[in-house]
């Protein structure tokens, strides 16, 4: 099990990162650092997360970010750089010129890969911006642990919609914290927009839900809604209402836990697209 994990997984069907969309992405004069690092569990005497980032150099922003329960793998990484090309956190989709990682060799299978889409790689021990960067999530969160101990954990679980009232009145409840919280953004020097907040629908999901956010539970959760919005907007780059596309990312993060059918999906959907598109 942990040598399939290891093992570079690409290809549309199998992985986020596919060479053949990634190579179609505009390409700007842009230099990126990517890694990962562990953080201790806080609140918990024992355990580490590992922490993926990819920083922009140009403005100093996270484009992409990632927890995981494990040492991660070379396809833990390459999830990570697609994230921050196909889907950033800031800015539009693109790649970058150059992408500086640092010096692992489990690293190592996926260079061929980005040099093929066009990506300059560059392999150092120091990578100064990403270190600055994840030093001051550590810090920051540190004090934010202290501060709100026990706030934002599992005595929100809720009960599941059983109408698309409901459905509905939960997205925009979720719509709300996701505004709230915005965890991801405490990371950047600005506030993620509201045509961003997509991105934490699968997060507000497993908190309503009362799961772990972290995990591969969560990593899949979060790999499914994405993907669907992904198909939803893609290739002809259609703009969703801010709101029907984190609609479109919570429902589809209840469909990935099995907690709703396919068929109950599209219709909360279609419900969701008739009330919040007028």
């Known amino acids: 099990m942990t040598e399939a994990r290891h093992k570079l997984k690409l290809g549309k069907g199998v992985a986020f990162f596919v060479k053949s969309q990634l190579r179609?992405?505009?390409?700007e004069k842009d230099i990126w650092e990517a890694d990962f690092l562990p953080i201790p569990k806080l609140g918990?005497?024992?355990?580490?997360?590992?922490?993926?980032?990819?920083?922009?150099?140009?403005?100093?922003?996270?484009?992409a970010t990632v927890l995981v329960e494990q040492p991660p793998s070379v396809n833990d990484l390459a999830t990570l750089v697609a994230h921050a090309m196909r889907r950033p956190l800031m800015e539009s989709a693109h790649r970058p010129a150059i992408l500086y990682l640092r010096d692992k060799p489990e690293w190592f299978e996926l260079l061929p890969h980005l040099k093929e889409i066009g990506?300059?790689?560059?392999?150092?021990?120091?990578?100064?911006k990403w270190d600055e960067a994840f030093k001051e999530f550590v810090q920051h969160e540190s004090q934010h642990h202290h501060r709100n101990k026990g706030t934002y954990a599992r005595n929100t679980v809720r009960p599941i919609p059983e109408t698309p009232d409901q459905w509905l009145e939960e997205i925009l409840l979720a719509w709300s914290d996701?505004?709230?919280?915005?965890?991801v953004s405490r990371l950047?020097?600005?506030?993620?927009?509201?045509?961003?907040?997509?991105?934490l629908a699968p997060l507000i999901c497993l908190k309503f839900r009362g799961k772990e956010l972290t995990g591969e539970e969560?990593?899949?959760?979060?790999?499914?809604?994405?993907?669907?919005?992904?198909?939803?907007?893609?290739?002809?780059?259609?703009?969703?209402h801010p709101q029907l596309?984190?609609?479109?990312?919570?429902?589809?993060?209840?469909?990935?836990?099995?907690?709703?059918?396919?068929?109950t999906a599209s219709k909360l959907l279609d419900y969701c697209e008739e009330q919040l598109v007028k």
């Open 218 to 240: 969560a990593q899949t959760v979060t790999e499914v809604a994405l993907a669907n919005y992904v198909v939803n907007t893609e290739p002809e780059g259609i703009d969703l």
């Open 119 to 128: 990506i300059e790689v560059v392999v150092q021990d120091l990578l100064p």
């Open 178 to 183: 996701a505004e709230k919280v915005q965890p």
């Open 24 to 27: 179609r992405l505009p390409q």
């Open 188 to 199: 950047m020097r600005s506030e993620l927009e509201d045509a961003d907040l997509f991105h």
């Open 245 to 263: 596309a984190f609609a479109l990312c919570y429902v589809a993060a209840h469909l990935a836990l099995d907690l709703v059918d396919e068929q």
């Open 44 to 63: 918990s005497k024992k355990g580490s997360w590992w922490m993926g980032m990819v920083i922009s150099h140009t403005d100093d922003f996270v484009l």
